[in-house]
């Protein structure tokens, strides 16, 4: 899976011309879906604010941008009935195979996963629980984050409850774009991996393009290199609450999660060094 070199911004635009010969991978593709479970399969970051604004609420639950199943093997964990919806195959995939697991079958016996767009999907039935976690509402813009809305408000029920998390980004209508590089290392079943983060932010146009350069090291030799990008549309809670509230929801709850997210070279970043993430509550 591929996406435009337009998506590619930063210091990365000659990184990726040096590197992705093969053109430039989706961070929802194949191999970035298993680096981001890898990153992510231990975050615990909402879980327990989300327990607890859900609880005793009836469900089923469904998940909007589930990914590799961070918050939804929790919602089935609560008892809940789980649609766990991502547009990402490679996502779900991964999922599907977390599901399978003979120590999993309880919780796969409640659990659903559909591939579709949060801005089109179009299911069945009602749910008294909507879920979009880890800021996966930055992945749309306002007219798609519009069209999202609208979709969530025909399939909850009328007591039910959106919940977003979203990290409180500083919009602003003027300040000059600004770049954090960092490096990490990490490996998985076959060799370490040397991966370089270009993460590039104009705070006026609310972009943020991400990118990735990931090369596979054995015994000190580079022997593959992947280069991915994903362009999102960062939003502030502020923001976002007026979003939902045009699109006809009201929002009833503000949770501040325990959790801060830092930033290499946060010292040298207009961001602050800690961003805390923020759960919003809403309903019909």
């Known amino acids: 899976m591929s996406v435009s070199a337009d998506e590619v911004m930063g210091s990365a635009t000659q990184v990726a011309s040096l590197f992705a010969a093969n053109g430039v991978q989706s961070l929802y593709g194949p191999f970035a879906a298993k680096l981001y ?12 604010e989300l327990k607890a604004a859900v609880a005793g609420r009836p469900g089923p639950a469904l998940e909007l941008g589930c990914g590799t199943g961070r918050l939804t093997f ?3 964990e609560w008892g809940y009935a789980t649609t766990a919806l991502d547009l990402s195959p490679d996502m779900l995939k991964i999922l599907q195979d977390r599901l399978a697991e003979p120590s999993a079958a309880e919780l796969a016996s409640r659990a659903e996963t559909v591939v579709g767009d949060m801005t089109s999907f179009s299911l069945d039935r009602k749910f008294g629980i909507v879920v979009i976690g880890g800021s996966a509402i930055w992945s749309l813009d306002e007219e798609q984050r519009a069209s999202a809305f609208a979709r969530i408000k025909e399939h909850l029920t009328p007591d039910g409850r959106l919940y977003i998390t979203v990290v409180n980004f500083p919009q602003s209508t003027e300040g000059e774009p600004f770049e954090n590089i960092f490096v990490f290392t990490t490996e998985d079943d076959t060799s370490p991996l040397l991966c370089t983060v270009f993460n590039y932010v104009d705070p006026v146009e609310s972009i943020r393009s991400v990118n990735i350069l990931c090369q596979r090291v054995t015994n000190g030799i580079v022997t593959d290199t992947v280069f991915g990008s994903q362009l999102t549309h960062p939003v502030a809670p502020a923001v976002l609450e007026k979003e939902i509230e045009r699109a006809g929801l009201t929002v009833v709850g503000r949770h501040t999660i325990d959790a801060e997210v830092s930033l290499p070279n946060a010292e040298a970043s207009p961001l602050r060094a800690q961003l805390r993430p923020t759960l919003l509550e809403a309903s019909l």
């Open 37 to 48: 479970h890898m990153l992510t399969k231990h975050d615990t970051v909402a879980v327990d």
């Open 74 to 76: 929790p919602l089935l």
